[in-house]
């Protein structure tokens, strides 16, 4: 479309916001090409949000242990901090149509922000479900769920729940933590919340949440990191995903560091 510089492409995603690719004069091929580069990753990208539910998790776990408990309390403690709401006012920019088109399109029960996980054992682990209230992680199999696998020829995350309850889906970044969990053992926890922290390196990605090359690349980012049990990775236009050896430690290492709102260039 014609801009005040010339011709431009806007790009609108969830994910990344608003951005702009200008063309300059005798430049067609290299607009082309970088609108080719921005466009690539998002129409091949595998989505992952189908959920496989098994009523096989173990009594004993039906209403949690401690570290669902921990789960709990750090949504609360976001909530405290004012960063569950989101980092635009996606109600007022949407129309219900638009928003009901996004959350088919996603996969979504509801809109809700950022996302809670943390280590049960070498395989599994406990995750809060899309589009419930943070603040209030309370039902095991609806608030948190424990994922205990990930079918790759689905693709779909499976999830271990009580025989008793309906359950929720998982978050839709449930495969970007499956995978950062099977590559670093020694991650106990992950925090991902659409705000920022001051002097962290801002990355650009340009994969849609809930994806296998999203999650690719935030585990890439992690093995470059001196620790990758305690680092903090910066997404640009997007929000900041924390790793920890677990959720309490995370909160000890960002209280009063946390930016409600994120930069966006």
């Known amino acids: 479309m014609p801009g005040q510089e010339g011709v431009e492409a806007h790009f609108i995603t969830l994910e990344r916001g608003h951005y702009t690719i200008r063309h300059r004069p005798g430049r067609d091929d290299d607009f ?9 990753p998002l129409a091949s990208s595998r989505l992952v949000i189908n959920n496989i539910f098994r009523t096989d998790l ?40 638009e928003l009901r088109h996004v959350k ?27 589009g419930v209230n943070k ?12 994922v205990s696998g990930f079918d790759p020829a689905i693709p779909a995350i499976i999830l271990s729940v009580p ?25 106990g926890a992950i925090v991902h919340v659409h705000a920022w922290m001051e002097g962290i390196r801002s990355t650009e990605i340009n994969y849609p949440c ?6 690719q690349a935030v585990s890439r980012l992690l093995a470059q990191e001196p620790d990758p049990s305690r680092a903090v990775i910066g997404l640009k236009n997007h929000g ?6 677990s959720m309490d430690e995370i909160f000890e290492r960002i209280e009063g560091k946390i930016i409600p709102q994120v930069p966006m260039s």
Do not use: C
Request: glycine share 8%; aromatic share 8%.
């Open 32 to 40: 082309f090409a970088e609108i080719y580069e921005r466009l690539h």
């Open 58 to 97: 173990e009594p004993e776990l039906w209403n949690g242990d401690e570290i669902t408990e921990q789960i709990s309390r750090a949504g609360k403690r976001l909530d405290a901090m004012n960063l569950l709401p989101a980092p635009f006012p996606v109600h007022e920019i949407l129309t219900e149509r």
């Open 104 to 130: 088919r399109l996603y996969g979504l029960g509801g809109l809700s922000y950022g996302n809670l996980s943390a280590r049960k054992d070498r395989n599994r682990f406990w995750m809060s479900a899309s």
């Open 135 to 146: 603040a209030k992680l309370e039902v095991i199999g609806q608030d948190i769920l424990l």
């Open 163 to 187: 025989p008793h309850v309906q359950p929720r889906r998982v978050s839709v970044d449930a495969i970007e933590h499956w995978m950062i969990y099977q590559q670093h053992p020694e991650i």
């Open 210 to 215: 809930g994806t296998i090359e999203l999650a």
């Open 240 to 245: 900041v995903t924390i790793t920890g050896r």
